[in-house]
């Protein structure tokens, strides 16, 4: 069964501390992985996408990391500010393209503290 | 904003009510998608619609029926809703649906609650 799994579930850290998310998936075949970030209120905006041959995506302070052979991501957030508190989601997709081509996972809640 | 608006943003609505959501994206994408959000749970697609297809998800319960007149507007129409149904509903928008690196851009949602 295709499946993504996000740890932690809620995360609490100061300003200016770094952070790593996790997101392990049984997605097959693979097609790409996606971090999504949505603030509250709102809905998600793409922070990166990877592909199976990248193991490494930064976008500003936001880096991600993908391990295809142990299907696991990783989102690190370096300094982390008080607007970088939001739930972040991994959206895996399956190859070929399909009907359910997106599982999405159920999210980790970020709150950054001053 | 991501240039797909939602309206209204929050709806309260009884068992019996019927009501309707819009969802407008001004990308110029030609899919256009309907997603629903509970707390703890994972986004559910809900319907698709675009130029390769149209999706219905099979566990999506008639009381949700979608329309989609153009490639620039989606509505969902709802009828004798069940309080379960209570949850955040987004809309997105891609360039195309055949391919899954294409991105999808979401609207903001609108927070649903049937009473």
């Known amino acids: 069964k295709n499946q993504v799994e996000q740890s932690p579930q809620s995360l609490i850290i100061l300003e200016g501390k770094n952070c790593t998310l996790q997101c392990n998936y049984t997605v097959s075949p693979f097609s790409n992985l996606r971090w999504y970030k949505q603030d509250t209120g709102r809905g998600p905006v793409s922070l990166t996408i990877m592909t199976f041959s990248e193991n490494t995506k930064s976008n500003g302070r936001y880096t991600a990391t993908l391990d295809a052979d142990t299907k696991q991501s990783s989102l690190h957030i370096t300094a982390s500010q008080l607007s970088d508190s939001a739930s972040y989601i991994c959206?895996?997709?399956?190859?070929?393209?399909?009907?359910?081509?997106?599982?999405f996972g159920t999210g980790t809640r970020l709150k950054v503290l001053a | 904003e991501t240039g797909v608006t939602q309206t209204p943003r929050h709806l309260v609505m009884g068992m019996t009510n019927k009501k309707s959501l819009k969802c407008e994206q001004h990308l110029g994408h030609n899919a256009m998608y309907w997603y629903k959000q509970s707390a703890k749970k994972p986004l559910e697609l809900m319907f698709v619609y675009s130029l390769e297809e149209r999706v219905e998800n099979n566990s999506v319960p008639s009381r949700f029926s979608p329309e989609c007149p153009n490639s620039s507007h989606l509505f969902l129409h709802l009828h004798t809703l069940q309080p379960e149904d209570s949850a955040l509903y987004l809309c997105a928008s891609s360039q195309g649906s055949g391919s899954s690196y294409n991105e999808q851009f979401f609207g903001p949602g609108t927070r649903l609650t049937v009473l």
């Open positions: 959206v895996v997709s399956a190859a070929p393209s399909g009907t359910y081509k997106y599982i």
